[in-house]
C-alpha cells in the first residue's frame, strides 16, 4: 500500500531526476561548469530516491547548496563559491526561527565582504532539501537571489527547532565594490 510519505518520496524522486535531465543537457552543451553540478545533483537524486530517513542539518544546507547551484548552472549562470563566513553568518541568522515561525527578513549588510551586495533566502520547514530549492524556485523574490548573476558566493546554515522543524538561512554575496 502507497502512505502518503511514499507518495512524498516518489515526488521528490521525479523532480530531483528531472533536475538532473536538465543539468545533463547543459553539461552536454559543453559548461564545464555542469559537470560538477551533475555530480553535485546526481548525490541529491539517490538522497531524494533513497527511502525517507533523518537528514542532519548540515547535509540539508550543503544539499540545498548544491541544488541552488544546479539551478544557477541549468541557466546558464557561474556556480556560487561557498563561504565558510556566509555559513557561520546564516547559522546565526537561523537560529531565531528554529522556533518562531515567523520568517522575517532584516535589511542586509554584506557581513563577509565589505561594501558588496547581499540577499538571503529563509525556510522553515521539514522539507527535503530538494522540496525547498523548488519552493525557492517558484518563488520570485528567492528565484531572483538564487539566479541574480552579481552573487558569486554564498553560505547555508540550518538549525532544527525542539519539534523538529528546521530553520535554514541562505546567504548570498556579490564582489566587493
Do not use: Q
Not at 502507497?2 to 543539468?23: F, I, K, M, N, P
Not at 548544491?66 to 537560529?95: F, H, I, M, Y
Not at 528567492?142 to 519539534?163: K, Q, T, W
Amino acid at each position: 500500500m502507497l502512505t502518503r510519505d511514499d507518495a512524498r518520496a516518489g515526488g521528490r524522486c521525479r523532480s530531483a531526476l528531472a533536475r538532473v535531465a536538465r543539468v545533463a543537457r547543459v553539461a552536454r552543451a559543453g559548461r564545464a561548469a555542469a559537470v560538477v553540478a551533475v555530480a553535485a545533483t546526481v548525490g541529491v537524486v539517490v538522497t531524494a530516491c533513497a527511502p525517507a530517513a533523518p537528514v542532519g542539518v548540515d547535509e540539508l544546507a550543503r544539499e540545498m547548496f548544491d541544488l541552488t547551484n544546479a539551478e544557477r548552472v541549468e541557466a546558464g549562470l557561474a556556480p556560487l563559491e561557498w563561504s565558510d563566513c556566509l555559513a557561520d553568518k546564516a547559522l546565526e541568522r537561523a537560529a531565531p526561527f528554529a522556533d518562531d515561525p515567523d520568517l522575517v527578513h532584516d535589511t542586509l549588510i554584506a557581513t563577509c565582504h565589505e561594501g558588496a551586495m547581499a540577499g538571503e533566502n529563509l525556510s522553515r520547514s521539514e522539507r527535503a532539501a530538494a522540496e525547498v530549492v523548488e519552493l525557492w524556485m517558484d518563488s520570485p523574490g528567492h528565484r531572483a537571489n538564487i539566479l541574480r548573476a552579481e552573487f558569486v558566493i554564498a553560505g547555508i546554515g540550518c538549525v532544527e527547532g525542539p519539534d523538529g522543524v528546521r530553520a535554514c538561512a541562505h546567504l548570498f554575496e556579490g564582489a566587493a565594490d
